[in-house]
């Protein structure tokens, strides 16, 4: 068996050839794991259908599974016997679109998720693609003066707004959303290197500064993750999955397939408390190379 391993940019993404995740060993899913840290986001075509079950116990080789917020209001479903797992179905009658602005999933828990793994079974027959940010790139790109300038701060994350708007007919408007207060520069629990980590769907304002004053420094750091040199574009195809790293990458689902359908389930990966990166004692990890790598097995 012959696995692939393609970048799609110098700063993110790379699609993985050769891999049924089904079929995976030990050795395979390490290699995979490697990929998913070194690319924060990977993507595999032509894998099985997978039932609830089997996408769940992948996701369980990553670690324990998060619960979404939504899953912990709402009433219980007999039908869905894994409340980690989300069905999306994005139809004619949708009028919010989930994931239809730039973000990192949940980051408005204490503990924001790991990794997120979709897997879509009905796309579109164009559109429907999602984007992703490398927050790696975006805080190599801020000038020194900047990177010290955020050194220490921390900013106040909120699920109220996206989650009101995006539940509020299912669940009682009684409910609260989790707010968290994260670093805005975040180690990287496994790689070590420094993130940028904001984003524009639950970072809602930066502790200790004046009001007027942290949303113009929010609005230029919002704005500086979203750059287009550090995004890769997936065109999913039916089946598809798609790894990606919340800690350091942002996603976008675009929804512009109207009246097309788009289905599929996703599972999360607990995470960990963000730990703040510090300038004057965290030393950068050697760079790892971006390239094309090829094993034979």
């Known amino acids: 068996m012959s696995l692939k391993i393609t970048p799609l940019t110098p700063t993110i993404g790379a699609e993985i050839a050769g891999l049924n995740i089904l079929a995976m060993n030990d050795e395979e899913f390490a290699t995979l794991f490697d990929a998913f840290t070194r690319h924060s986001v990977v993507f595999l ?73 979709l897997q879509l079974h009905q796309v579109p027959t164009s559109g429907g693609d999602t984007l992703f940010a490398s927050l790696y790139a975006a805080y190599d790109a801020l000038s020194p003066q900047m990177k010290r300038y955020l050194d220490g701060m921390t900013a106040r994350h909120s699920g109220e ?31 070590g290197r420094p993130v940028l980590y904001v984003d524009r769907e639950f970072t809602e304002s930066i502790n200790g500064l004046p009001k007027e004053e942290g949303r113009a420094l929010l609005d230029f750091l919002i704005a500086h993750t979203e750059r287009a040199n550090f995004q ?23 929804w512009d397939y109207w009246p097309q359908e788009r289905r599929g389930h996703r599972v999360s990966v607990q995470g960990e408390v963000p730990v703040m990166w510090d300038l004057d004692t965290d030393c950068v990890p050697e760079t790892i190379e971006h390239n094309t790598v090829k094993l034979t097995a």
Request: with cysteine; charged share 25%; proline share 7%.
């Open 45 to 117: 075509r032509d894998q099985p259908a997978l039932t609830e079950e089997q996408h769940y116990a992948f996701a369980r080789r990553f670690g324990d599974v998060h619960i979404h917020p939504f899953a912990r209001h709402a009433e219980p479903d007999p039908d869905n016997l894994h409340p980690g797992l989300l069905r999306m179905h994005t139809t004619v009658d949708t009028r919010v679109a989930s994931g239809n602005r730039w973000h990192s999933d949940v980051s408005c828990d204490d503990r924001p998720p790991q990794a997120s793994i």
């Open 161 to 191: 707004d996206s989650y009101r708007k995006l539940f509020q007919k299912k669940i009682g408007f009684g409910s609260t959303w989790p707010e968290a207060d994260h670093p805005i520069i975040r180690r990287h629990s496994d790689s």
């Open 232 to 254: 890769c574009r997936f065109q999913w195809t039916q089946n598809a999955i798609a790894i990606w790293d919340n800690r350091c990458a942002l996603h976008h689902a675009i």
